[in-house]
């Protein structure tokens, strides 16, 4: 079993910045693919980022390319996603995920976050 739990997530005005974090614990980190989807209301879940065992590689929506960048640090075992010039359109609940295999927007993920709410005010 792996526990992820998601944190800095929070209201900020559009142009802002927030960096989120997702702490993993119970297996080896660096064994697992990371990513971060959010779901809107009304919405279904979507892929954001995504993230290798290494960090050398990374892939992201294109709505969120040049604005938010994902990283990892193996030896916190955490991965984070900074989010830079946010948008209200960036407003969701931000859910972190880990897979033993490489993470894209239709990977069935094999852990999950409980979420962080970001909200962007116009």
């Known amino acids: 079993q792996v526990q992820l739990v998601e944190s800095g997530g929070g209201l900020v005005q559009a142009g802002g910045s927030l960096r989120l974090s997702c702490a993993a614990s119970?297996?080896?980190?660096?064994?697992?693919?990371m990513g971060w989807f959010r779901q809107a209301p009304g919405n279904e879940r979507e892929f954001v980022a995504a993230?290798?065992?290494?960090?050398?590689?990374?892939y992201y929506v294109d709505s969120v390319k040049g604005r938010f960048t994902i990283s990892r640090d193996n030896t916190k075992n955490t991965v984070y996603l900074q989010m830079n010039s946010l948008k209200p359109e960036d407003t969701a609940v931000y859910y972190c995920?880990?897979?033993?295999?490489?993470?894209?927007?239709?990977?069935?993920?094999?852990?999950w976050g409980q979420g962080t709410q970001v909200t962007v005010s116009s």
């Open positions: 995920a880990a897979n033993s295999a490489r993470i894209t927007a239709r990977t069935i993920n094999d852990y």
């Open positions: 993230i290798s065992w290494s960090g050398r590689t990374t």
């Open positions: 119970g297996r080896t980190f660096s064994n697992y693919y």
